[in-house]
């Protein structure tokens, strides 16, 4: 089991960037692909990105593709989801989740909700216009 914790969530202005990470407890972290998620007041929760078991496989939503980078160290068992020229249509509770269903690029796997046995609380990122 792996258990993962968002932090890094905040208030900050169109244009501007915020880092989120996703600390996870657990001595095989390595072996889980992570994925982000948002939820938007009102909406569906949507996938975001993921990344695999390295820092080379990675999927992102045409939204953010270009401007979210997704990275992993598993030295310090933590994810990053580093997110530069944030709009106000970011602005979403955002969780990490953990799977250790096989991710090997396709941009159709591990978008669904349904593929992560893990989930954290979540971190709020709030855009002011």
């Known amino acids: 089991q792996v258990k993962v914790e968002e932090s890094g969530g905040g208030l900050v202005q169109a244009g501007g960037s915020l880092r989120l990470s996703c600390a996870a407890s657990?001595?095989?972290?390595?072996?889980?692909?992570i994925g982000w998620f948002r939820q938007a007041p009102g909406k569906e929760r949507e996938f975001v990105a993921i990344?695999?078991?390295?820092?080379?496989?990675?999927y992102y939503i045409d939204s953010v593709k270009g401007r979210f980078i997704v990275s992993r160290d598993n030295n310090r068992n933590t994810v990053y989801l580093q997110m530069n020229s944030l709009k106000p249509e970011d602005t979403a509770l955002y969780y990490c989740?953990?799977?250790?269903?096989?991710?090997?690029?396709?941009?159709?796997?591990?978008?669904?909700?349904?593929?992560?046995?893990?989930w954290g609380q979540g971190t709020q990122v709030t855009v002011s216009s």
């Open positions: 657990g001595r095989t972290f390595n072996r889980y692909n």
């Open positions: 989740a953990a799977t250790v269903a096989p991710y090997y690029g396709d941009s159709s796997d591990r978008t669904d909700e349904g593929s992560y046995a893990y």
């Open positions: 990344i695999g078991l390295n820092n080379y496989v990675t």
